[in-house]
Nanobody, 124 residues
Framework: QVQLVESGGGLVQAGGSLRLSCAAS????????MGWFRQAPGKEREFVVS????????YYADSVKGRFTISRDNAKNTVYLQMNRLKPEDTAVYYC?????????????????WGQGTQVTVSS
């Protein structure tokens, strides 16, 4: 069993930055790929970014490329999402997820464990 706890969400003006954190416990975090997804009101959950177990491979959604950066610290069992140049359309609940393999992926169905989410609101 894996527990994931997100933090770092909040309200920010367009053009601002936030850094989300996801702390994992309960399993071999360093062996697992991690991902961030988001869900806006009335919309389906969508892929944002994922990272392999080593951090060597990352996949980004086109909508966030060049603005968001994922990283991980396996010693701290934590994955981070640095979000820069935020836009109002980035407003959503952001979820951290992990899968029981080290290979990064983009489909929500590929991820087994999910956090409770953290709200990010970007005002115009």
């Amino acid at each position: 069993q894996v527990q994931l706890v997100e933090s770092g969400g909040g309200l920010v003006q367009a053009g601002g930055s936030l850094r989300l954190s996801c702390a994992a416990s309960g399993a071999s975090f360093s062996s697992y790929a991690m991902g961030w997804f988001r869900q806006a009101p009335g919309k389906e959950r969508e892929f944002v970014v994922s990272i392999s177990w080593s951090g060597a491979t990352t996949y980004y959604a086109d909508s966030v490329k060049g603005r968001f950066t994922i990283s991980r610290d396996n010693a701290k069992n934590t994955v981070y999402l640095q979000m820069n140049r935020l836009k109002p359309e980035d407003t959503a609940v952001y979820y951290c997820a992990t899968r029981a393999t080290g290979v990064a992926a983009s489909a929500p169905s590929a991820f087994r464990y999910w956090g409770q989410g953290t709200q990010v609101t970007v005002s115009s």
